[in-house]
């Protein structure tokens, strides 16, 4: 390690070094995805398409094709090794902005991000909103309490929308297709460290098919991150470890961006350090290694984990979340089985991680983070039995297929030259077949990416699976009830009146009112900066939040009877005042939130002012004084 950093030192010093450096496959791939990200996201708007039309869904097909066909025709005049490297890096930076140009197609007309504010997109919204009105660290509904959920991602949202000066909501779609961009770009080159730059490449094109869901955008880069990051950090690569710095750096930013790939590979994690360990030459100075990345990752991710752990200390936590039913939780446990081209690339990983884990430095990491998550699984999945708490087990497939995906690359990169020298009447593989056959890889790859995030062109009202995200994407309401561009007929969003809610409030508080605020639909978060007193989905809250023992007080809250009691109580609940209710109108006589039951009778307008708006909705505002 210390000589990799020596030689660092020397290559700044020295400027023909210098130039190769530059030349790297890994700066050719940032300047080639610099350069053409803008023009990706630019060109929907210039294209000006409907994305619901052929012509309009096509746009990418188009531009990859040009692209692939101009890389093949490069890969058969350059023969060298040196401008095969290059020509990986550019390939790379290509493909990540490419990715940016296809999501931006299917989004193109409308201001929100896939699946619109439906289920987590809308409580992404939420903490990306609730994070242009401060900097610390909270739940993004539940307004003062610490946040469960890593804030990297939508922190950076909230506040980069607060600088520009615009709504978080309008932007998220653009973050998170260029998080998906980014992450293909981060895929390349931390393994480009790893392994000869093709081969990166290929890993990348594999991710790509494999997750990299836009509506998860964030746990795609964290997971990018997070594999290479075991590797080059746990393991021993060839070109020798990461220095501690900016692997404890990375450690704490995927904590802070997604800490679920973090507790699957804990134990891989842990096996990994203790054969590392065992075979290092000066043990006292691994363990210090170790000792410096830890404490550098707990720096980094210690303004979310502290105020969270000091949080579950003084008043401990309901954990709710993982008590969702997900259909997941009875899916396949083993997707390499699958019979398709990405299951048969991650079965042939699975053999070469068991095959070549004393021949190959690759395998043994891989092997631990598969091991580990499928552990996790079966621990969690015992106790869920028990218990009921899920621990989010079914989550680990989307580590187990990427890793098995990259496994299953770097296993025929290194099984190729053997077959060629067994099967082949030449020792060496012929000039274009590599070059041909990750063409094809990357081809499939963005193909199948396009086809599962593209607006369907027909039978609109009848798309299922991810190409529903990118309709609903399109049929969102805005807050005042209008639709975007090329909304289709079907299916359609009910509209929540964000709009008239506001201007009901301003009319009683004042245009800057952010008042603590009850509310049957969480879209209002998404849209307003307000303190919410509860989350509505209790299987998505916060433990930090204690949803049951808000849920018990709104229950007794709804209890009273009398006006006056009730406009006191609602004033001093254990959790604080609540200044607006905003209700669904199910009757004349009840006004619901969940499963809570208010009276009209109870707002009496000696203490509220109310306000029925669209879709059955009403508002309570209390009177200031």
Request: proline residues 7%; contains cysteine.
């Amino acid at each position: 390690m210390v000589d990799v950093e020596a030689a660092g030192g020397r290559t700044m010093r020295n400027p023909a070094a210098l130039a190769v450096t530059v030349r790297s496959p890994a700066a050719l791939a940032v300047a080639a995805w610099a350069v053409a990200t803008p023009i990706a996201m630019l060109l929907p708007d210039v294209a000006g398409r409907n994305p619901f039309t052929p012509r309009g869904a096509v746009l990418p097909i188009a531009v990859g094709g040009l692209l692939l066909a101009a890389g093949l025709a490069f890969a058969a005049v350059r023969r060298d090794a040196s401008r095969t490297e290059a020509a990986s890096g550019i390939a790379a930076g290509l493909l990540a902005a490419w990715v940016a140009l296809a999501l931006r197609t299917s989004l193109h007309g409308t201001p929100f991000g896939f699946a619109g504010l439906v289920g987590d997109e809308g409580r992404m919204s939420a903490m990306a909103t609730r994070y242009t009105a401060t900097a610390v660290p909270t739940d993004g509904i539940v307004a003062g309490t610490a946040t469960e959920y890593p804030p990297l991602f939508p922190w950076l949202v909230g506040r980069g929308a607060a600088l520009l000066d615009v709504d978080a909501w309008r932007v998220l779609g653009d973050a998170q297709t260029l998080t998906i961009s980014g992450a293909v770009l981060v895929t390349f080159l931390l393994w480009a460290r790893l392994v000869p730059a093709p081969a990166a490449l290929a890993v990348s094109a594999a991710a790509l098919a494999t997750f990299a869901d836009p509506r998860k955008a964030h746990e795609v880069v964290a997971l990018a991150v997070f594999v290479p990051w075991v590797a080059a950090t746990f393991g021993r690569p060839p070109r020798g470890r990461l220095h501690w710095l900016p692997a404890g750096v990375l450690g704490g930013l995927v904590v802070a961006t997604y800490l679920g790939f973090v507790l699957w590979g804990a134990a891989g994690i842990l096996v990994l350090a203790w054969l590392a360990w065992r075979a290092a030459d000066d043990r006292r100075r691994y363990l210090a290694y170790l000792g410096k990345v830890v404490a550098v990752a707990a720096v980094t991710a210690g303004w979310y984990v502290v105020p969270y752990g000091l949080a579950l200390l003084r008043d401990g936590g309901q954990m709710v979340s993982d008590q969702f039913p997900a259909p997941a939780i009875t899916g396949e446990p083993f997707p390499f089985l699958a019979v398709t081209p990405l299951g048969v690339l991650q079965t042939v990983g699975l053999l070469g991680v068991i095959w070549y884990r004393r021949a190959a430095w690759w395998a043994t990491p891989l092997l631990c983070l598969v091991a580990s998550a499928y552990l996790y699984r079966a621990v969690a999945a015992s106790r869920y039995i028990v218990t009921g708490h899920t621990g989010l087990y079914y989550h680990t497939a989307r580590m187990i297929t990427v890793v098995l995906a990259i496994a299953g690359v770097l296993t025929i990169v290194r099984a190729a030259p053997g077959l060629v020298r067994r099967l082949a009447t030449r020792d060496t593989i012929p000039h274009g077949v590599t070059a041909t056959a990750l063409a094809g890889l990357i081809g499939w790859s963005a193909f199948t990416y396009w086809h599962s995030w593209t607006p369907p062109t027909s039978d609109v009202a009848a798309a299922g699976g991810t190409r529903r995200y990118a309709t609903l994407a399109h049929t969102e309401p805005r807050p005042d009830g209008g639709l975007p561009r090329y909304a289709p007929a079907r299916p359609t969003t009910r509209w929540f009146p964000v709009t008239p809610i506001r201007n009901a409030v301003a009319g009683v508080l004042g245009a800057d009112a952010a008042p603590r605020t009850l509310s049957y639909d969480e879209r209002l978060f998404a849209y307003l900066p307000w303190p919410g007193y509860i989350a509505v989905d209790r299987t998505a809250a916060s433990s930090t939040t204690l949803w049951d023992d808000r849920h018990a007080a709104l229950a007794a809250l709804a209890a009273i009877p009398d006006p006056d009691a009730f406009a006191a109580a609602s004033a001093n609940t254990r959790f604080g005042r609540i200044d607006v209710f905003v209700l669904r109108a199910a009757s004349a006589s009840s006004w619901v939130w969940g499963d809570v039951r208010f009276r009209p009778a109870q707002f009496a307008p000696t203490h509220f002012t109310v306000r029925t708006l669209p879709n059955d909705t009403v508002v309570a505002i209390r009177r200031a004084g």
